[in-house]
C-alpha cells in the first residue's frame, strides 16, 4: 500500500527532531537547558484542576454537542463580546482541540483544490501543512529583519492572485514576538474587502502583549470577513488540555462544524468544563514573570552580542544566527551537541538563518542558556 503523495511530500518537524536529540542527550545524562519549548512553564491553576475533578465526580464523562457544550460556547461568545466589542453568539463558537484544530477547520470549510493561501512569514510551523493537506497551495510573503519582521501592504497585495481565497494572520507572531499595529492591520483589512479574501486572525498569544495596546484583527474588523482563533494554551497554561475555539460568521461557522463532526466530534468533555471555570482565574502573574524574562533575555542576549528584533509579544526571540553559520539547522545541531543548548532553527518557520529562542522558562536557564550559546560563538 502506497503513503498518499501530499502526504508523503509534507516535510518533517525540525522542531521535533531538535527535541527528540535534546530528550535523548538528557536521558544519558547530559545537562541540557531546553529553550524550544513552546508552552508556559508554569502549572494549570488550581482553580481548573478542581474544575475537571468535580467534572468527574458529577460523572460528566459523556459525549457533548460536537461543536461544545453550550455553558462554554456561551462564556467564550460572551467574552469575545466584551473583549473585542463585537456582538457573537455561541452559533459561532466551535469548541476545538486547541488552536490548531480550529485553524484546521476553518481552512476545511473554505478553501477547494488549488485555492491559494497566504501565510506570512516567518510562520508558525502548522500553517503550510494544513494548507497543503486539504490540496490548497500555501502562497509566503517574506518580511525581513530589516523591517522588524512586518510585512508591508504591497508585499500582500503582490501575493495576490485570482485564486487566492484566505489570509492567515499571526499576532502577537509565533516565532517571532512581533505585533502588528492597528493601522497595518486596517489596510490588510480594507484589502482583503476588496480582494474578497477572507482572513483567519490567530490570535492565541493576545493575552501575552508587552508594549502598548494590543491591536486585533477580529476587533478591527468587527467580524466582518474574519474569523478568530483563540485558546487556553497560552492564557492558563493549559497546552495539553487541548481546548481551543473558532469564532466565525454563521454560515463558516456550520461548515467548520461538520469538518469537526466527521472527525473528532467533540473535544475532552472534562477538559471543557475545565476551561469554563477558566474564565474566573486571574492569570495576571503569568504575564508579569513573562513580561519580566522578555527583557532579561533581551538584555542578555544584547550583552552577549546577538542581533535580533525585540519581541513585544508571545514569549520567543528569533536571533540571527546567519553570522555564525549559514545553515541554522547545523548551527542549531551543533550548539546542542557541543553547548547542549536547545533552540529551534528558524527554518522550520521558513526564517532561513535564525533561531527560535523560548523565554518560557525560569529565568535560571536563560541566563546559562545565553551565557553557553555566548560562550559557543566566542563572544
Known sequence: ???????????????????????????????????????????????????????????????????????????????????????????????????????????????????????????????????????????????????????????????????????????????????????????????SIEKGIFIISDEVYDCLVYDGEYASMYSISQGNNVALVNAFSKSHSMTGWRVGYLVAPIEIAKAA???????????????????????????????????QRRDLVCELLKEAGFSFVRPSGAFYVLVNVSEFDEDDVRFCTKLLQQAHVALVPGSAFNAPGFARLSFATSEENLIEGVKRMKNFVGR
Open 1 to 191: 500500500m502506497n503513503v498518499s503523495e501530499r502526504i508523503k511530500n509534507i516535510a518533517g518537524s525540525k522542531t521535533l527532531e531538535i527535541n527528540a536529540l535534546a530528550q535523548s542527550m538528557k536521558q544519558k545524562g547530559i545537562d541540557v537547558v531546553n529553550l524550544t519549548a513552546g508552552e508556559p512553564d508554569f502549572p494549570t491553576p488550581q482553580p481548573i484542576v478542581e474544575a475537571a475533578i468535580e467534572a468527574l465526580k458529577a460523572g460528566l464523562t459523556k459525549y457533548t454537542d460536537s461543536s461544545g457544550i453550550p455553558q462554554l460556547r456561551e462564556r467564550i461568545a460572551k467574552h469575545v463580546s466584551e473583549r473585542h466589542k463585537v456582538p457573537c453568539t455561541m452559533e459561532q463558537v466551535i469548541v476545538t482541540n486547541g488552536g490548531k484544530q480550529a485553524i484546521y477547520n476553518c481552512l476545511a470549510a473554505l478553501i477547494q483544490e488549488n485555492d491559494e493561501v497566504i501565510i506570512i512569514d516567518p510562520s508558525w510551523v502548522s500553517y503550510e501543512p494544513m494548507v497543503r493537506i486539504l490540496g490548497g497551495k500555501a502562497v509566503h510573503v517574506k518580511t525581513s529583519f530589516e523591517n522588524n519582521f512586518k510585512p508591508s501592504i504591497e508585499q500582500i497585495e503582490s501575493a495576490i492572485t485570482p485564486r487566492t481565497k484566505v489570509l492567515v494572520l499571526n499576532s502577537p507572531n509565533n516565532p517571532t514576538g512581533v505585533v502588528y499595529d492597528a493601522d497595518l492591520l486596517r489596510q490588510i483589512h480594507a484589502l
Open 257 to 291: 462544524a461538520k469538518v469537526q463532526a466527521h472527525t473528532t466530534s467533540n473535544i475532552n468533555t472534562v477538559a471543557q468544563y475545565a476551561a469554563l471555570r477558566a474564565f474566573d482565574v486571574d492569570t495576571s502573574y503569568m504575564f508579569e514573570r513573562f513580561r
